[in-house]
């Protein structure tokens, strides 16, 4: 019913969208229009804990809240002001398109068709995330090339059912899919005992099996990743001045953490003699003006959302109940990928 | 003579230009949307079109009535997924049918058991959401034993939490020969019937038209089966790695959307049967007593062809509504046609090209089905003489 109607919703707000905006599409219309309004609406998941769920007071939390956060800080000085619209799978493109929302922070990965095709523009990778397989402990597999034969519980709308079509495909071996929409009514089928694997982003099976499983030993997440997930936000093409905030938003949680600026010692830090630390927090200024903000914007992201390390750690690090490594979104001096370009 | 003055005094005139109007004015907010639609999704760099049919699908599907592979295109993908959509449709009208048939006479029954029975059924699944009855189903299929633990109710077949395995008949010259013959004896069966009707109109006198259909049926497939050596070979099901190899299944999910959609259809079908049943006068049943009909007789010659004309309308829609909420599917993982069509449409981002065919799909089986019921209903409908 759910898919039935969101799908006739989908539909229904193109075509009113599409009435309402007739004809106003130019450059900078997002940016004035966000600055006109006085927040950001942001497209979030419906619940994914550490991407974006809201708790019992219904504030919202997560890795790509604090993405829309840090956007609101560098606009507004404020990064409470966001409002939140929660999307399915398939509600989140079309969403996107029709200018229900301004930004997609909903762990999408970004591909080609979607940078091109359906009109998005993708702004940096805020998680690298890879397509995995849970299975229980019980059947005893090391390696994700022994599931010859087996069923797997698969969430649609994703690029999650051609990942798992191709790699069986590329390994010569077959599978049947189990393809429920839920989220709740997947995890119960697999943890019944329809399916042999589970298989989504690894980050999301360990939120499932974080969420529940009593004992996180019974499963065990396959060590292959078959895909790769840029998790990263988007938003409509045509109005660069608005990419670039969002680009630029997530650069200065990146290059904060690599200056070893966080939210505590932001304030002391204004006294920097660092060349590159003045110019990030806008003590030399230039960058603030180039976005077409304050000058201060940069110190707000990182006075109330904090830096890269402080969200991952919050959200999803050790802080959390996923305890995920930071792997492949430690800093590119650790290891990783997370590299901010010069901010002069 | 009329001049263009008095012309519009005519109620005739009149009634045509306003219904041109209103056709202008319905036409054109329908432009006004597609136009509208199509140009804002051009302006926002968004593809259209259909070409996205003709490319690989790449995602698997779970059960598939025709051979169908990742490789194979969307168009045959969601092929697939109207084959499983008309599949479990069709399979869940006649078993609600049938059903329903049941429920409606029991409800009519004079046995207080089969009666209160009958009711608190009717109540109960007319109730409660069709969803909640469908996820119902669902968590009790999952709940049954892993296929290493499988049930083996009978020899050979196998229940589990993949669903219900049994053996199939490996296939065999002789059984396309039977398959002919059966073909010519339901062939010789239908000219019985012909034949029985006219010679009771004829004679007035009965003819054993059932038994002798049954054997112009039943004998040629046995025969032809018989001479061609009796080849009976099965592919059972065997226990291999994640799950059993070879021999016939069903889904848990076709046997729970299948049962929930029966079940709660049921439900509604036999309130229509009960009212058309006691739409018929029981002065009816009464002069077929006087005429010294046995009472299997008054109900097949006088009570059904009554009744069915005032059940027949409604039942059309209680079709029509199993086969549309065969799309609540997605929520327990049958591949339908929407399944198929959302995962198309998010891969391919064509959302309202992948709506708009289900929606004239739907339209499309729906009147079909309108059509069929229709024509059936202006067959039983009564006759004057």
């Known amino acids: ?64 809240v604090d993405m829309c956060r840090a956007v609101a800080a560098a606009m507004f000085g404020d990064a409470e002001k966001v409002k939140y619209t ?77 990942n798992v079509s191709d790699y069986f495909r590329a390994n010569k071996m077959t599978f049947k899919p189990v393809v429920i929409e839920k989220n709740e009514e997947l995890n119960k089928a697999f943890f019944a005992g329809r399916c042999d694997a589970l298989t989504s982003d690894a980050s999301q099976l360990a939120a499932i099996r974080a969420a529940e499983v009593q004992n996180p030993n019974d499963y065990v997440i396959l060590p292959e990743l078959i895909s790769k997930e840029p998790l990263s936000p988007a938003v409509r093409q045509g109005d660069e001045e608005w990419m670039n905030l969002v680009i630029w938003a997530f650069y200065a949680m990146v290059q904060a953490e690599e200056k070893g600026l966080t939210s505590e010692n932001v304030d ?6 660092d060349p590159d630390v003045k110019r990030l927090l806008g003590v030399t200024a230039g960058n603030g003006k180039a976005l077409g903000v304050e000058e201060n914007w940069a110190f707000n992201i990182i006075k109330q959302v904090g830096n890269y390390a402080q969200s991952f750690e919050r959200n999803v690090g050790t802080g959390s109940k996923l305890k995920m ?18 901010m002069k | 003579m009329t001049n263009p003055v008095q012309a519009l005094n005519s109620a005739r005139v009149r009634g045509w230009l306003y219904q041109a109007l209103f056709l202008a004015c319905a036409l054109a907010v329908a432009w006004y949307l597609v136009s509208n639609t199509l140009t804002n999704l051009a302006t926002r760099g968004v593809a259209t079109g259909f070409g996205f049919l003709e490319r690989e699908a790449g995602f698997e599907i779970g059960e598939s009535l025709l051979s169908y592979s990742a490789s194979d295109t969307y168009l045959k993908a969601l092929v697939v997924g109207l084959l499983n959509t008309l599949a479990v449709s069709a399979a869940g009208v006649v078993l609600a049918t049938v059903l329903g048939v049941l429920i409606g006479i029991a409800r009519l029954s004079s046995n207080w058991m089969v009666n209160r029975f009958a009711t608190l059924y009717v109540e109960t699944i007319r109730n409660v959401p069709l969803l909640l009855q469908l996820v119902v189903w669902y968590t009790i299929m999952n709940r049954l034993p892993s296929p290493r633990e499988a049930l083996e109710v009978v020899p050979g077949i196998f229940l589990s939490n993949r669903g219900m395995k049994f053996p ?18 339901i062939a010789a069966a239908v000219a019985i019937v012909r034949h029985g009707r006219r010679h009771r109109e004829a004679t007035g006198k009965p003819f054993p038209t059932l038994p002798a259909a049954i054997a112009a049926v039943l004998l040629p497939p046995a025969l032809v089966f018989v001479a061609t050596g009796a080849p009976l070979a099965f592919d059972v099901p065997v226990l291999s790695g994640f799950n059993f ?38 002065g009816q049943t009464e002069a077929g007593l006087a005429l010294g009909l046995s009472p299997g007789k008054i109900l097949r010659l006088i009570i059904l062809p009554q009744a069915l004309r005032v059940i027949v309308p409604p039942l059309t829609s209680q079709y029509l509504n199993l086969t549309k909420n065969s799309s609540l599917a997605v929520a327990i993982g049958y591949p339908d046609l929407v399944s198929v069509s959302n995962t198309s449409a998010n891969q391919t981002g064509q959302v309202v090209e992948a709506v708009a065919m289900m929606m004239v799909v739907y339209l499309i089986i729906s009147l079909s089905i309108s059509g069929f019921m229709n024509w059936y209903n202006r067959r039983v409908a009564l006759v004057t003489r």
């Open chain 2, 245 to 282: 190899e070879g021999g016939g299944s069903v889904t848990p999910e076709f046997t729970a959307l299948l049962i929930g959609l029966s079940v709660y259809t049921a439900g509604f079908i036999a309130e229509i049967v009960r009212s058309g049943i006691l739409a018929v006068p029981h």
């Open chain 1, 268 to 273: 002391a830090a204004m006294t920097s003699p």
């Open chain 2, 168 to 185: 199939v008949l490996v296939e065999h010259a002789g059984h396309g020969w039977a398959l002919l013959a059966l073909i010519a004896g």
């Open chain 1, 86 to 162: 929660p999307l399915s799978a398939q509600q989140r493109l079309p969403a996107l398109q029709s200018g229900e929302i301004d930004i997609l922070a909903r762990n999408t990965t970004r591909t080609l068709t979607r940078d091109t095709a359906n009109g998005l523009n993708f702004g940096p990778t805020n998680y690298f995330d890879g397509q995995g397989f849970m299975v229980s402990a019980k059947l005893g597999l090391k390696s994700a090339k022994q599931l010859n034969g087996a069923t797997v519980c698969v969430l649609p709308g994703t690029t999650t059912e051609q």
């Open chain 1, 325 to 342: 490594p930071r792997g492949q979104n430690a800093l590119y001096t650790e290891g990783g990928m997370m590299y901010a370009p010069p």
């Open chain 1, 1 to 64: 019913m759910k898919s039935r109607l969101s799908a006739l919703a989908i539909a229904a707000t193109l075509s009113v969208s599409a009435l309402a905006l007739s004809g106003t599409a130019q450059a900078g219309a997002t940016f004035d229009g966000v600055k006109q309004k006085g927040y950001v609406q942001c497209g979030v998941n419906l619940g994914l804990y550490g991407f974006s769920s809201p708790d019992d007071k219904g504030k919202w939390s997560g890795l790509d």
